[in-house]
């Protein structure tokens, strides 16, 4: 199987989302399957096998440590080449939208996972009215997707 990921988050930073897809990745190889992972500038060029792929990303403003890829990320020429049979968006927020708009434009089954309350964050970065904003798009993103998968029930409960 041929899986294209699309994460907002990755290596150097360590975080739950990093470890699952660390092992994610492992995992894939070890099943002989061919991957490819669009991150975050300061990645890796290749984890277990995985080239990585890594478009413009700029530091989130209230949240430095965290670069977001574009959601304008030129993905199309690798994804066209890549030929993948399903396309993960991992916690897709800003690049997870290139890689959605991908996968609903070519018919490719699209996995979408959530692992973070990043609506919840909103009263903590001082702003909280763009809470109900960012469940909408949370809401419609995932929406999209043919299978979407939570870390936990509560995590799912939340997606809900």
Not at 71 to 85: C, I, R, S, V
Request: with cysteine.
């Amino acid at each position: 199987m041929r899986i294209a990921i699309v994460t907002e988050t990755f290596l150097p930073k360590v975080d739950g989302i990093v470890n699952t897809l660390c092992r994610l990745l492992e995992h894939l190889d070890k099943r002989g399957h061919q991957s490819i992972m669009f991150a975050p500038q300061g990645a890796p060029s290749v984890y277990a096998r995985t080239p990585i792929i890594q478009p413009l990303s700029l530091p989130f403003p209230l949240y430095p440590e965290l670069k977001l890829g574009t959601p304008f990320a030129h993905l199309e020429k690798y994804l066209n080449e890549f030929q993948p049979d399903i396309i993960h968006v991992v916690n897709p927020v800003s690049m997870g939208l290139a890689g959605t708009h991908y996968a609903r434009s070519n018919d490719i089954p699209l996995v979408a996972s959530y692992h973070t309350d990043i609506p919840g964050y909103t009263s903590r970065y001082g702003v909280a009215f763009m809470t109900d904003i960012i469940w909408n798009y949370f809401r419609w993103i995932h929406n999209q997707a043919d299978l979407n998968l939570c870390p936990s029930r509560h995590t799912l409960k939340e997606l809900e």
